[in-house]
């Protein structure tokens, strides 16, 4: 389990993101803090293994907070989520290792892609073995080890490879429903599929905004 700390100063921000990561497997928040002081506080109680940091805090710039927490020996690992978009503040979050960086606004599919993608690096971080310079310039050049391969309970190599398929012969985006269609499954499957195709970093996900309701998903295969 991995266990997560929330730190946003709006009390319902933080209630609402608490929600969306504990209805992610293999995920729990153990904590909250709405100010940098009481995040430093709770890391140091708690020692989270990721800490979801919002920048804005009232008292510190959440960079200021990764800095200290680091001076502090506190490895967890940081996924900022802000509405913060200038590049400078980006630059220096991955200089700060951050693990991923999330625009505010989101809905719980783009923090849970990313969840998913930070379980599976650590997951496979824990079983990688350094045997050559070729290892070592990998996990650097990827920030993480290779993703895992493996796929979720319920779901079939050749379903998942049929998936593949359609997504690079389509040439462009598909939503799951497109897909579905093309490989002969069901769109809830299709879209299982999908999400967990770019959960490991295979697809890039876009949203296409209509007229009302929600925008549909939509996913393009990843070239190299």
């Known amino acids: 389990m991995i266990d997560v700390l929330v730190v946003d100063d709006d009390f319902m921000v933080a209630r609402v993101n608490s929600g ?4 992610v497997d293999g995920f729990r928040v153990i904590g909250t803090a709405s100010t940098g002081e009481q995040a430093l506080e709770r890391i140091t109680e708690l020692r989270p293994d990721l800490v979801l940091l919002d920048l804005y805090l009232p008292d510190l710039f959440g960079l200021e907070v990764i800095t200290r927490m680091r001076a502090a020996g506190h490895d967890c690992d940081v996924i900022v989520i802000s509405a913060a978009r200038e590049l400078d503040t980006v630059r220096r979050a991955a200089r700060q290792g951050v693990t991923n960086y999330l625009l505010k606004p989101f809905d719980f599919d783009d923090l849970r892609i990313r969840l998913d993608r930070y379980a599976a690096q650590r997951a496979g971080l824990g079983t990688t073995v350094i045997t050559s310079q070729a290892d070592v310039d990998r996990l650097l050049s990827a920030g993480g080890p290779p993703r895992s391969a493996a796929l979720p309970k319920g779901m ?69």
């Not at 969306?20 to 209805?23: A, G, H, S």
Request: charged share 30%; aromatic share 6%; hydrophobic share 35%.
């Open 156 to 224: 079939s190599i050749e379903t998942a490879e049929l998936v593949k398929r359609a997504l690079r012969e389509a040439g462009d985006t598909l939503s799951a429903t497109e897909c579905a269609n093309r490989v002969g499954i069901s769109r809830v499957s299709a879209r299982r599929y999908l999400e967990h195709l770019a959960a490991v970093g295979h697809v890039e996900v876009s949203l296409r905004y209509g007229g009302t309701g929600r925008p549909e998903r939509r996913y393009r295969w990843r070239r190299a």
């Open 20 to 23: 969306f990561v504990n209805q």
